[in-house]
C-alpha cells in the first residue's frame, strides 16, 4: 500500500472525500458515497468504489454528471474554468492551441454532440495519441445510439478515473504514463 493510499485511509472522512473529489469530474457526489468502502487496499480498489457508486447511480444523476464535464477546447477551457486534471489532460493534446480549422472543427463536433445527446462529448484522453485519432473518435460516437453513447461515456469515465487513482494512489511502477509530473497523459 502507497503511503499515499495509507493517508487516504487514515484520513478523517471530509479530508478523504477531499482527496479523492478531483478523481471524479466536478462530482464529489461520488467522492462522499464511495469512501465509505475503505480501507482501500490499492489505487485499483479505489477506482472500483468509485466506479460502482457511478453505475449504481440512476441515469438521471449519470447525466447530470456527464454535463459538469467540460466540451473540449470550450468555453470553460478559453475562459480558464476546468479543473487541473481537465486543463492538463486537453493540454497534452494540444486543444489549447488548435489551428483555426482544428478549433471550428472541434466547435462543430462538439455542437453536433450536444445536439444528439445532450451533454458534452466525454473522453478518456490519456488513451488518444494525437488529434486525428480524437477527431475519428469524435466522429464514429457520433453516429452511435444514444444508449451506446450512455454506456461509452460511462466506459470513458471509468478510464480516466482508472488513471487519475493511478496517478494519485497508485505505487510508482503504476504512474509512469499517467502523472502530470512523471510524463504527459
Do not use: C
Not at 485519432?133 to 464514429?140: C, G, N, Q
Not at 460516437?141 to 444508449?147: E, Q, T, V
Amino acid at each position: 500500500m502507497t503511503p499515499s493510499l495509507q493517508s487516504l485511509n487514515a484520513a478523517t472522512r471530509p479530508q478523504a472525500v477531499e482527496m479523492i473529489a478531483p478523481l471524479v469530474e466536478r462530482s464529489p457526489w461520488v467522492a462522499e458515497l464511495a469512501i465509505d468502502a475503505r480501507p482501500f487496499g490499492s489505487d485499483e480498489a479505489l477506482a472500483q468504489a468509485l466506479v460502482e457508486v457511478i453505475l449504481t447511480a440512476d441515469a438521471q444523476r449519470r447525466t447530470a454528471m456527464f454535463n459538469v464535464h467540460p466540451e473540449l477546447a470550450g468555453a470553460a477551457a478559453a475562459e480558464g474554468r476546468m479543473t487541473q486534471e481537465s486543463t492538463f489532460e486537453q493540454g497534452r493534446l494540444g486543444l489549447m492551441s488548435l489551428t483555426a480549422a482544428q478549433a471550428k472543427h472541434l466547435r462543430d463536433l462538439n455542437a453536433r454532440y450536444l445536439t444528439r445527446f445532450h451533454h458534452p462529448f466525454i473522453i478518456a484522453l490519456h488513451r488518444i495519441p494525437d488529434l486525428d485519432t480524437l477527431f475519428a473518435t469524435f466522429e464514429r460516437r457520433l453516429a452511435a445510439s444514444p444508449i451506446e453513447e450512455h454506456t461509452a461515456t460511462l466506459a470513458e469515465i471509468t478510464s480516466v478515473i482508472r488513471a487519475r487513482a493511478a496517478m494519485s494512489f497508485g505505487a510508482p511502477a503504476h504512474n509512469n504514463s499517467t502523472s502530470p509530473s512523471a510524463s504527459p497523459l
